[in-house]
């Protein structure tokens, strides 16, 4: 049981780049969903899913796409990088009845450096 | 759109007494969720403690309890027999039926042995 798996852990994008942080859990997990981190602020909802198939939008989800084709992947892309991507992304699981919420399981993090 | 705040950028607090940390929040739902995550210089995220809204009783986890008052729309959470383990960020976040998972800004707890 690896729990929840984000990679990478470290990446520098030069501005225009794409690029995908990948996530995935064994936990069979419903609920995932990505953040980002700025220095002295806290986690901002990007993108979550509540299954396979279904996605929506968070609180900044402009610049980014996600997709749920299977329950245990949910990556995130980024479309073309910009500096005000630069952050540190947390992607989070949870089993999730409706309208609740159990304990979010974190992946470990990526910090992501746009030039 | 529903909000976070936590008012105390920074606490400080001596071992072994106690310290509480502050957490408001703005909703017109009735039912809900909230969470204090810690986050330790690892950056990892761990869970402290989940408060049912419809619970009336406050949730406690070993030293750790809430003050939850639901017409304030108030969320504390209070640290007993402070550790130099539990120096770390501290988040509350708030969960309800949109699915959507808000976090607060954050305090920053710094322990003095």
């Known amino acids: 049981n690896a729990g929840v798996t984000q990679t990478p852990k470290f990446q520098v994008l030069k501005t225009g780049q794409s690029m995908t942080l990948q996530c995935a859990q064994d936990?069979?997990?419903?609920?995932m969903s990505w953040y980002r981190q700025d220095p002295g602020m806290g986690l901002r909802l990007i993108h979550y899913?509540?299954?396979?198939?279904?996605?929506d939008q968070g609180e900044v989800p402009n610049g980014y796409n996600v997709s749920r084709s299977t329950t245990e992947d949910f990556p995130l892309r980024l479309l073309s990088a910009a500096p005000s991507q630069t952050s540190v992304y947390f992607c989070?699981?949870?089993?999730?009845?409706?309208?609740?919420?159990?304990?979010?399981?974190f992946g470990s993090g990526t910090q992501l450096s746009v030039l | 759109a529903q909000t976070v705040t936590q008012s105390q950028p920074e606490m400080s607090v001596q071992e072994a007494e106690t310290v509480t940390l502050s957490c408001t929040y703005d909703?017109?739902?009735?039912?809900?969720?909230l969470f204090w995550y810690k986050q330790p210089p690892s950056r990892q995220m761990i869970l402290v403690i989940r408060?049912?809204?419809?619970?009336?009783q406050n949730a406690t986890e070993n030293r750790f309890s809430v003050n939850f008052q639901k017409a304030a729309k108030s969320f504390s959470l209070k640290i007993s027999d402070s550790q130099l383990g539990d120096a770390a960020m501290y988040f509350c976040?708030?969960?309800?039926?949109?699915?959507?998972?808000?976090f607060g800004s954050g305090t920053r707890l710094l322990v003095r042995p």
């Open positions: 989070a699981s949870s089993y999730s009845r409706t309208y609740s919420l159990e304990k979010l399981f």
């Open positions: 936990m069979n997990h419903e609920y």
């Open positions: 899913s509540v299954g396979a198939g279904i996605t």
């Open positions: 909703t017109s739902e009735s039912d809900y969720y």
């Open positions: 408060q049912e809204a419809y619970k009336q």
């Open positions: 976040a708030y969960f309800d039926s949109s699915y959507k998972l808000i």
